[in-house]
């Protein structure tokens, strides 16, 4: 099996990339991860993923690449990273009794082929919150780094109606099944 490289430096992805048992180093992809005017959610989340792996793997020719992105929005209004405590509140405050839709792309690139890709739609409900609830949720959690602002595998769980998905660790920052699926595809052995 060539070397496999995850084209992120997040904690979160690699984590779940952990999961799967197989050796990996990751590698941080240099990308404007600025949308373009008028670019859909599902759009940016392929086109970002596609661009990491491929960033990546032009430089480290020999290894399979993954690449990840997550969009976030609610009420068709992208959420981003919040990066500060105030804005994490805002974005929760933003959210409370409403959807929120986590688009969640994977793509698998090497050197000299074409890249596969994959798209996870996975929805949240989020309950009525009250601005002390959300307070006292940032302050324990400090969920600045997590589109969103929570982070659903924590305390974050306690924030929502349900959750739907065709795979749970979609929400976290690597949809698993279908990383799984690209890997199998392109050879990998996997149970």
Do not use: W
Not at 16 to 26: H, Q, T, V
Not at 34 to 45: I, S, V, Y
């Amino acid at each position: 099996m060539p070397p496999l490289v995850l084209a992120s430096t997040s904690r979160y992805r690699a984590q779940l990339l952990a999961r799967l048992g197989l050796p990996f180093e990751s590698v941080r992809p240099e990308v404007d991860e600025r949308p373009l005017p008028g670019e859909p959610p599902a759009t940016l989340a392929l086109r970002l993923a596609a661009a990491k792996a491929g960033a990546v793997a032009a430089a480290r020719p020999d290894a399979l690449v993954l690449g990840s992105d997550q969009v976030a929005s609610c009420d068709g209004r992208i959420l981003g990273k919040p990066g500060n405590r105030d804005a994490a509140i805002a974005q929760l405050q933003r959210m409370s009794g409403r959807e929120a839709v986590f688009l969640t792309a994977v793509a698998l690139a090497r050197a000299g082929e074409p890249v596969e890709q994959a798209l996870d739609t996975t929805t949240v409900r989020v309950r009525h919150l009250s601005a002390d609830e959300i307070v006292r949720y940032v302050d324990a959690e400090s969920p600045l780094d997590c589109a969103g602002s929570f982070k659903s595998e924590g305390l974050g769980i306690t924030l929502f109606e349900s959750i739907e998905s065709r795979d749970p660790t979609a929400l976290v920052g690597l949809p698993l099944i279908a990383t799984v699926r690209l890997l199998r595809a392109r050879g990998v052995a996997l149970p």
